[in-house]
């Protein structure tokens, strides 16, 4: 399969191939609904905590005697029915990850990746450089590839003039190659790859 090799001024200059095995694959529902699902409850930080009746200040002494009083039992202020009392059966912190294997993981991305290119929405550019930080000439860049939405900018080579002018636009969002993983390009809207990007993603996922 081959695709169009653009430049910065959104004209094709001629035709990149991609692997089969990689950009054109059915996607696995099952294995991308599991993937999202391991993925978002990994971002939970289980760190939410209650006070039980032992952990709250004060209460240690009986509020009145046990008897003789016309009133009900009580052993103490902290008891969880009192107001500003302890909570029964409250959370605690917890660990909330799961694990998928790396097999997967892979069929994701391919996944989410070939769904880009069957949607024309993954773009491939030579390399996307800027000479210095320029969020203007950025933004020209980009409307002429007539995007809406989140927009993907994945590099393999390193640039601080484009993290720079990417920094202040609205929906654009850059990642290396190194570190890519499915969620980012399912959440974007539009995918634009660096011509070397491509290399290194087809010997990660062969």
């Known amino acids: 399969m081959k695709i169009d090799l653009i430049d910065l001024k959104g004209d094709s200059q001629k035709k990149v191939e991609l692997n089969d095995e990689v950009f054109k694959v059915v996607p696995n529902i099952a294995a991308v609904t599991l993937y999202l699902r391991t993925y978002s409850t990994n971002q939970r930080q289980g760190t ?115 993290l720079k002018s990417a920094a202040n636009i609205p929906g654009v969002n850059i990642a290396s190659v190194a570190n890519l993983n499915p969620f980012e390009v399912i959440s974007a809207d539009y995918l634009i790859l660096e011509r070397d990007a491509i290399k290194v993603i087809e010997e990660r996922l062969k």
């Open 48 to 162: 939410s905590k209650t006070k039980t009746r032992a952990e709250v200040s004060g209460g240690g002494r009986k509020p009145w005697k046990q008897k003789h009083t016309g009133r009900s039992r009580q052993g103490s202020i902290r008891s969880p029915i009192w107001v500003h009392g302890g909570v029964a059966h409250g959370v605690t912190p917890k660990s909330w990850s799961l694990k998928t294997t790396k097999d997967i993981k892979k069929q994701v991305l391919k996944a989410v990746l070939s769904d880009k290119v069957m949607n024309n929405a993954l773009f491939v550019m030579d390399r996307v450089e800027m000479e210095k930080p320029n969020t203007k000439e950025l933004t020209k860049v980009i409307s002429k590839l007539k995007v809406e939405g989140k927009l993907l900018i994945v590099w393999a080579n390193r640039s601080w003039n484009l």
